[in-house]
């Protein structure tokens, strides 16, 4: 998470996990494994250079990449420690168990 430096607040609006294409999380696993948790989280944004009006650059594959193994977590002013701790151990199973 976002550090909180003194004097502020953060916004912790949409924070995104990002996943290493080595543990094989996938947007589309994780989304999977939310829904089938009752648990609301968004897909992470395209690359701009994704959308009609611009010239694809799939060369940039880090940007290509992220959207297919990120996702931006539920966030919101009344997120409970007891959501924020079953979001955690959905992710956790599912790095545990391994690409499907």
């Known amino acids: ?58 060369s940039n594959r880090i940007a290509w990449g992220i959207p297919y193994r990120a996702i931006n977590l539920p966030s919101y002013h009344d997120l409970t420690i007891s959501e924020q701790d079953q979001v955690t151990s959905v992710i956790l199973k599912l790095m545990a168990d391994g690409p499907q």
Not at 13 to 26: D, Y
Not at 33 to 57: E, G, K, T, Y
């Open 1 to 58: 998470m976002n550090r909180e430096l003194p004097r502020t607040i953060i916004g912790a609006w949409m924070p995104t996990a990002v996943f290493s294409p080595k543990t094989g999380v996938t947007t589309d696993s994780l989304r999977q494994a939310f829904m089938m948790n009752d648990i609301d989280a968004r897909v992470f944004f395209h690359p701009l250079s994704s959308l009609p009006m611009f010239s694809p650059q799939p």
